[in-house]
């Protein structure tokens, strides 16, 4: 099985109304102000992934920082899902500075989403304080069963739409406060990784998943031997950003890497079959 663990789709109405969402969101602004960076609908998912073999993938949202706007792509994601059943695995958002946080995690998972994310914590969480506000959403993951992704950001190296502030620093913080929920650090976890080579990393990151969305962009190919060298397989997932990018150019990288066929059995699907519960 293929999975790629890391798309985003829009309702159709959203394509059409591109220039407007611009000036009621502000991550949605900061993504896709520029006129090249392409939206598509669930139509132009499954097209590619019957081009590029992948039998599911996994949308996410975006972040949103407007409560309509979200629970308009929330439902559109959810009925993507349900028409696509076998295919798609949904993620919702939610607004974290908001007081029903927790309602809204509630009302995702009544919508039949497996996942809240991806989260883009510079416009939903930092300008209000810090990980320690996610306490009570991190334990309504918990009890719903859902799986947290995160926006994740380099501290160093080129600025792009998007980037942010949530570097390794920050994200130590809230891996001392999931608490064993399940959690996926979108783009390699900005690096965190590499800083797996101290003990105390390795532990907190014991049950984290690093999706490769957006890897190209970000990191030479070699980064797939060196953290699996380094967290092993069972913590990487395949993942595009898709459509940034096809999933193609993904796999193509794991599969001219020197990692062994069982490992990249892992990456490619097998860790996300496990995560997802998938048949």
């Known amino acids: 099985m ?3 663990s890391h798309v985003h789709i829009f309702p159709p109405e959203f394509l059409r109304d591109r220039q407007s969402l611009l000036t009621k969101d502000k991550t949605f602004n900061e ?9 598509v609908t669930v139509e132009d998912l499954i097209e590619t992934m019957d081009e590029t073999g992948v039998n599911v993938s996994v949308v996410m949202g975006i972040g949103w ?6 629970e308009k792509s929330n439902q559109y994601i959810s009925e993507s899902c349900l028409r696509f059943s076998d295919r798609l695995i949904g993620f919702g958002s939610i607004d974290l500075s908001s007081m029903n946080a927790v ?3 509630k009302n995702c998972a009544d919508i039949g ?3 809240i994310g991806e989260l883009h914590l510079d416009h939903q969480l930092f300008s209000e304080g810090g990980y320690e506000l996610m306490t009570s959403v991190i334990q309504e993951v918990k009890a719903k069963d859902l799986i947290l992704s995160i926006h994740c950001s380099e501290p160093l190296g080129h600025l792009y739409p998007g980037k942010g502030t949530n570097t390794p620093e920050k994200l130590e913080r809230l891996l001392k406060l999931a608490d064993g929920a399940k959690i ?6 900005g690096g965190l990784p590499f800083y797996a ?3 105390e990393i390795k532990k907190l990151s014991e049950s984290v998943f690093f999706d490769t969305a957006a890897s190209p962009f970000l990191y030479e190919p070699k980064i797939f031997e060196i953290v699996n060298s380094i967290m092993g397989p069972d913590h990487i997932l395949a993942a595009s950003d898709y459509p940034l990018l096809k999933f193609s150019r993904i796999k193509n990288e794991i599969e001219q890497s020197n990692i062994s066929n069982d490992d990249q059995k892992l990456i490619l699907g097998d860790n996300a079959k496990t ?3 998938l048949l």
Do not use: C
């Not at 993504?31 to 939206?39: A, F, H, P």
């Not at 920082?65 to 979200?70: D, G, R, W």
């Open 2 to 4: 293929i999975v790629d």
């Open 31 to 39: 993504l896709y102000s520029n006129s090249r960076s392409k939206l």
């Open 65 to 70: 920082t407007n409560p309509e706007l979200a």
């Open 103 to 105: 309602d809204q995690i």
């Open 113 to 115: 989403l497996k996942g």
């Open 184 to 189: 996926i650090l979108s783009h390699w976890g």
């Open 197 to 199: 080579l101290m003990p």
């Open 275 to 277: 995560l997802f519960n």
